[in-house]
C-alpha cells in the first residue's frame, strides 16, 4: 500500500472521548480532503485543505477539527462534541488544480 | 448549492445486458463531472470524467447540460463490473477542487 495511508484501520472510542485519525500521503500533492462515508449517505465532506497551514470547513465539519502542519500530513480528529461519529471515515488527496483524487483505505471508528 | 443525485441504491442486471447508472445534477455554475467506483475490498477509485470524453473499462457517460445528467453506461455487462459506484461534481472554475459527491448506486451483475 503506497501513495495515501490512513491509520489505524478500525478505532474504538468510548464517548466524551476525542480522538485522531491519522492520513499521510507521500505523492506530493498538494490539497488533501476529508470525507464521511455512511451508508445510504454516500460521501460528505468534512475538511479540505489545498495548502499548508490552511484549511477550509466542508459541508459537515461540526464537532471535527484539522490541521496541516506538513504537506504530508491531514490529521482528522473527532471531538466529543460530534453528536454521531461513528462512520467510516476516508481521506483523499490530489494534485493541485486537478480533481483526480487518490483516497486512502479508510478508518472505520466506532463509538462504544 | 451543488447536489447530485443517484436515485438508484441498487441496480441488479444480468450478465451482458445493458447497463445504466443514472446520476442528475444540480449546479448554478459550469459542472465538472466524475465517476467514482468501488470494488469489494478495495479503495475508492476514480473511473472517468466527462471532459476526457474517454471509454473505461467499456463504460462511457455524457454530459447533458440540458437535462443536468450524467448517467454512466455500458452495453455489455461483466460479472467483474459489480461495484458501488458514485458520480461526483465540482465546478470548472472556484469549487476549490473539491467533490460533492452522489449517494451512490451498488451494481450487481448476475450470471
Known amino acids: 500500500d503506497g501513495g495515501i495511508t490512513q491509520s489505524p484501520k478500525y478505532l474504538f472510542r468510548k464517548e466524551g472521548q476525542n480522538v485522531t485519525l491519522s492520513c499521510e500521503q507521500n505523492?506530493?500533492?498538494?490539497?488533501m480532503y476529508w470525507y464521511r462515508q455512511d451508508p445510504g449517505q454516500g460521501l460528505r465532506l468534512i475538511y479540505y485543505s489545498q495548502i499548508v497551514n490552511d484549511f477550509q470547513k466542508g459541508d459537515i465539519a461540526e464537532g471535527y477539527s484539522v490541521s496541516r502542519e506538513k504537506k504530508e500530513s491531514f490529521p482528522l480528529t473527532v471531538t466529543s462534541a460530534q453528536k454521531n461519529p461513528t462512520a467510516f471515515y476516508l481521506c483523499a488527496s490530489s494534485i493541485a488544480g486537478t480533481r483526480d483524487y487518490t483516497f486512502g483505505s479508510g478508518t472505520r471508528l466506532t463509538v462504544v | 448549492a451543488q447536489r447530485v443525485t443517484q436515485p438508484e441504491k441498487l441496480l441488479s442486471v444480468f450478465k451482458g445486458a445493458p447497463v445504466e447508472l443514472k446520476c442528475n445534477y444540480s449546479y448554478s455554475g459550469s459542472p465538472e463531472l466524475f465517476w467514482y467506483v468501488q470494488y469489494s475490498r478495495q479503495r475508492l477509485q476514480l473511473l472517468l470524467r466527462h471532459i476526457s470524453r474517454e471509454s473505461i473499462k467499456g463504460f462511457t457517460a455524457d454530459l447533458n447540460k440540458g437535462e443536468t445528467s450524467f448517467h454512466l453506461k455500458k452495453p455489455f455487462a461483466q460479472e467483474e463490473d459489480s461495484a458501488m459506484y458514485y458520480c461526483?461534481?465540482?465546478?470548472?472554475?472556484?469549487?476549490?477542487?473539491?467533490?460533492?459527491f452522489g449517494t451512490g448506486t451498488q451494481l450487481k451483475v448476475e450470471l
Open positions: 461526483a461534481l465540482t465546478g470548472v472554475t472556484g469549487g476549490g477542487n473539491k467533490l460533492t
Open positions: 505523492l506530493n500533492h498538494d490539497a
